[in-house]
């Protein structure tokens, strides 16, 4: 079975054949003007050339033929009525006046210098006009008309009883040299219209592509990953209203990859799906010049990756439970998410770590980047080998139980400034936070232990267990401790950029 055009082909179908009223209207108002003109040129021609009252009736009546015909379908048209049939009606009707207007004066002026006459030009000029219908099909009709019509009264005039001394010009072969040309005009006027027709189709796809920038205002960039870059912009459509948004564009290398294309995608599908406080919002998804984009939530702070490098000890116990608090309720709603049929879609974010959370300037915790999520128990490896579960490392049958393990690294991480492992090899023991922090509590100390354990059936079943125990011990201040460590954040970073930029002068 042959698949669906893309959706912007059927809507530029769609949107052609709307059209096809107003190119059918504007093409017979082009016709009634001509035969306007050419009523008043024949009444011209007829008193200062002497044509007798039978020649000069008979070209009125074919000028007055087409003229009438075009008023009527131009009443027709405007009148909101577009019988399928008329534009090959038109066609016939247009093509033929040539015939006509030629054989009237091959009666009047004879064979020889009737066939020399300009409406053999017009034939040309007619079939190239029909390429405005855009229907291919009927410039072919058109050319093929024509060639017929016109070899027809060549036929016939050369049968005739006036004479013909040039031979050789109006012999057959150059009555089948004039027909083939009007034919391979139809031709060349159908591939015209084709042609038109895929130029406004690529400009389309172009447009759509292009869309996405039209409305986003680049900035400067806020982050880099595995797959892209991501810049602050700012969401400008018309009407004035302006939003602060995150752009994210895949790498130009990446984009060669077939995978890396599909873990895009897969990430703006699933981001669009959530919808969540805990979750970053994905808002938009085009392509421009071969690349993808996507359109995010722009989150006014720093990654927590940010917040540990600029706090190498550790993050406030306060500051730690309000994110364990956050955190565990973003995968609570996304493990817990339902799919279509209406039953849980069981999503395994599988790439929880630093740089994928972010940390508003108000403290506000939001998990991102689900280009490698998936839907129930997988055994791919895949995600960073420093945050992954043992199970997950293995290649061995995983489930969300895998994003608790690396909660559990991530909270480790906030509270010692240290990660737990490097790489996939994973150590015979785990240290609890307390050994290297002794401020931390008994109950978070072992919370986060119950999240590191290496058998999934010991760990904790459940990110809503999670958010449950970390409610117990949070505080309200939490938050605030949050947005004061990403302000601190911010400040190391301008320091850090401004050193920087003393520094390269002196090393010219």
């Not at 873990?263 to 085009?286: K, Y």
């Not at 973003?330 to 849980?344: K, M, N, S, T, V």
Request: proline share 7%.
């Amino acid at each position: 079975m042959p698949s669906a055009p893309p959706l912007l082909d059927r809507l530029f179908e769609a949107q052609l054949r709307r059209d096809d009223p107003r190119r059918q209207a504007a093409l017979a108002q082009v016709m009634l003007v001509f035969g306007v003109l050419a009523t008043a040129g024949v009444a011209v021609v007829a008193r200062s050339s002497g044509w007798t009252t039978q020649v000069t009736l008979a070209r009125l009546i074919c000028v007055a033929a087409l003229t009438g015909y075009q008023a009527a379908a131009l009443a027709l048209l405007r009148a909101g009525k577009h019988p399928p049939a008329l534009p090959w009606v038109s066609t016939l009707v247009e093509v033929s006046f040539p015939g006509a207007i030629l054989w009237i004066n091959i009666a009047q002026h004879g064979a020889e210098r009737g066939l020399a006459a300009p409406p053999l030009l017009t034939w040309p000029i007619l079939i190239l006009a029909s390429a405005f219908r855009m229907r291919p099909r009927v410039c072919v009709f058109a050319g093929l008309l024509a060639a017929t019509e016109a070899m027809a009264v060549q036929f016939l005039a050369i049968a005739g009883p006036s004479p013909i001394t040039d031979g050789a010009f109006y012999g057959p072969g150059a009555m089948a040299v004039r027909g083939l040309m009007l034919a391979l005009t139809g031709l060349m006027a159908g591939a015209l219209a084709r042609h038109m027709t895929r130029q406004l189709v690529e400009a389309l796809h172009a447009l759509r592509a292009q869309d996405l920038m039209g409305k986003y205002l680049l900035h400067e960039p806020i982050g880099h990953g595995g797959m892209g870059q991501v810049f602050r912009a700012t969401y400008s459509p018309e009407g004035g209203f302006e939003k602060t948004v995150a752009v994210k564009r895949i790498r130009t290398d990446a984009s060669k990859g077939r995978r890396f294309e599909e873990m895009f995608l897969d990430e703006a599908r699933i981001g669009a799906s959530l919808a969540h406080p805990n979750v970053v919002q994905v808002l938009d998804v085009g392509k421009l010049e071969g690349e993808y984009v996507l359109a995010l939530e722009y989150v006014d702070g720093a990654s927590l990756a940010a917040l540990l490098k600029a706090s190498p000890r550790g993050l406030p116990i306060p500051a730690v439970l309000h994110l364990a608090v956050e955190l565990s309720s973003a995968l609570e709603y996304i493990h817990h998410r339902l799919g279509p049929d209406g039953q849980p879609a069981g999503l395994v974010h599988r790439d929880v770590n630093p740089p994928n959370v972010l940390v508003s300037r108000l403290g506000e915790v939001k998990l991102g980047d689900f280009g490698i999520a998936t839907a129930g128990q997988s055994d791919e490896f895949a995600g960073k080998p420093e945050y992954m579960a043992p199970e997950q490392a293995s290649g061995v049958r995983y489930d969300s139980r895998a994003d608790l393990f690396a909660l559990g690294l991530v909270l480790h991480e906030s509270l010692t400034g240290k990660r737990v492992f490097q790489g996939r090899t994973v150590p015979t023991e785990i240290f609890p936070p307390g050994a290297s922090r002794p401020d931390v509590p008994r109950e978070l100390d072992q919370l986060v232990m119950d999240l590191l354990a290496i058998d999934p059936m010991r760990r904790i079943q459940g990110a809503g267990d999670v958010r449950a125990r970390a409610a117990g011990m949070a505080t309200r201040d939490g938050r605030q401790a949050l947005a004061v460590e990403v302000v601190r954040a911010k400040v190391r970073t301008h320091e850090a950029a401004a050193e920087e930029t003393v520094k390269e002068p002196r090393a010219m």
